[in-house]
């Protein structure tokens, strides 16, 4: 995959199951040793998991704990072959929690560098997984604000979907972008966002006059009315978002730190239901 996801894959041991392994014996039933494939990973820093496929049932699931957990609404045609977990798996932590999400491919890795991923994110309060993330494409995790976004290509050029994370650790979309080609080269895009909502978190916050500029004097009132999101940059370890704001019936554009903004949950297309 291209080096803009930042999905890493873990150290996983796909194997058939066999009498050998006397450690996995407990956790499965003989009529399951013929046909499942099974996949150790390290679900947290201190603990293993080990995902299975069944090849007759068309179905994967994790074993953790003792524990059955069945990964929903996968795609049956990935699933129909031993070759499922070397192709079509890869583990990273993406809501930042300390348990690993695990993404499915919905296609031929090989075939795209962008291809299409569903991704399963565990939920230790209701101690189940569920499919927050749907459609996505070449992810890339920004930890210094706590969010990853998407970035799918298209033929006029991509779409970007950005997604924070809640208290519970449910990741939401929160912004989307549509970056499109300004020539026939196809070497310059203009990119336009669109959110539901965003307000200023704190009474005043910094303004800046560039995504370069180091520092400011200048504030913003926590009142003012901001009507769009121009643009979104990353730099030097901070975002910044250039913002439409309204005051006293006029409009101005401004950049401001993305801490400081609170944006209010979208409509995700591709997120299933739960």
């Known amino acids: 995959m291209g080096k803009q996801t930042l999905l890493h894959m873990g150290l996983c041991l796909c194997f058939l199951l066999m009498p050998s392994f006397a450690e996995m014996k407990s ?23 080990t995902i299975y496929l069944d090849l007759i049932q068309k179905e994967v699931y994790i074993q953790w704990n003792g524990k059955k957990y069945e990964l ?19 583990f990273d932590d993406l809501n930042f929690d300390g348990y690993q999400d695990i993404s499915i ?29 749907q459609d996505a494409s070449m992810i890339q995790k920004h930890q210094e604000v706590s ?5 799918k290509k298209h033929n006029e050029g991509t779409t970007h979907k950005y997604y924070n994370i809640d208290s519970n650790g449910r990741p939401f979309l929160f ?34 006059d560039d995504w370069y500029t180091p520092a400011s004097k200048q504030s913003i009132n926590k009142e003012r ?26 409009t101005y554009t401004t950049w401001i730190n993305f801490k400081d903004l609170i944006f209010e949950e979208m409509i995700d297309e591709n997120k299933s239901k739960f």
């Open 27 to 49: 956790e499965i039933t003989p009529s399951q040793k013929n046909h499942d494939i099974a996949c150790k990973f390290d679900f947290t820093k201190t603990q293993k998991a």
């Open 225 to 250: 009315k901001i009507k769009k999101v121009l643009d979104f940059v990353g730099f030097k370890g901070a975002f910044l978002v250039k913002i439409m704001y309204e005051d006293q019936d006029k």
């Open 105 to 133: 491919a919905l296609g031929d890795i090989d075939a795209s560098s962008d291809v299409l991923r569903d991704y399963y994110f565990y939920d230790p309060k209701r101690d189940s997984f569920f499919r927050y993330v």
């Open 175 to 208: 912004m989307q972008g549509e970056s499109c080609w300004t020539n026939e080269k196809e070497d310059d895009a203009k990119t336009s966002y669109t959110i539901k909502g965003v307000s200023i978190k704190s009474e005043q916050v910094f303004m800046y």
């Open 72 to 90: 929903l609404d996968i795609t049956k045609e990935i699933i129909d072959s031993s070759s499922f977990f070397a192709e079509n798996i890869d």
């Open 147 to 151: 969010i990853f976004s998407s970035h």
